[in-house]
């Protein structure tokens, strides 16, 4: 079982940066891949990021390669995800996801997180 709590949301203009964080609970940590995903109103959870438990491997959607960059930190049990350039699409609740690296690009058999609110003004 892992728990994970996101935090580092909140409200930037557009062209700013933010870095989300996900604790996750549990001595297992590195054996997770780890996978952000994001949910803006009225559309579908889609995924942002991931990246594989000894962060040799990262992967990004399209329309934030460049501009995101997903790390980990193993020892701290933590995720992290640098927003730089934030426009006012990348607004919405990002959450962050634990399980297998297949899995987690696809947001299935995954531990999710509750959530935090990124909201960009143009």
């Known amino acids: 079982q892992v728990q994970l709590v996101e935090s580092g949301g909140g409200l930037v203009q557009a062209g700013g940066s933010l870095r989300l964080s996900c604790a996750a609970s549990?001595?297992?940590?590195?054996?997770?891949?780890m996978g952000w995903f994001r949910q803006a109103p009225g559309k579908e959870r889609e995924f942002v990021a991931r990246?594989?438990?000894?962060?040799?491997?990262?992967y990004y959607r399209d329309s934030v390669k460049g501009r995101f960059t997903i790390s980990r930190d193993n020892a701290k049990n933590t995720v992290y995800l640098q927003m730089n350039s934030l426009n006012p699409e990348d607004t919405a609740v990002y959450y962050c996801?634990?399980?297998?690296?297949?899995?987690?690009?696809?947001?299935?058999?995954?531990?999710w997180g509750q959530g935090t609110q990124v909201t960009v003004s143009s």
């Open positions: 990246i594989n438990g000894d962060s040799s491997s990262t």
């Open positions: 549990g001595r297992t940590f590195s054996s997770y891949a």
């Open positions: 996801t634990a399980g297998s690296y297949n899995d987690v690009l696809f947001g299935r058999n995954t531990y």
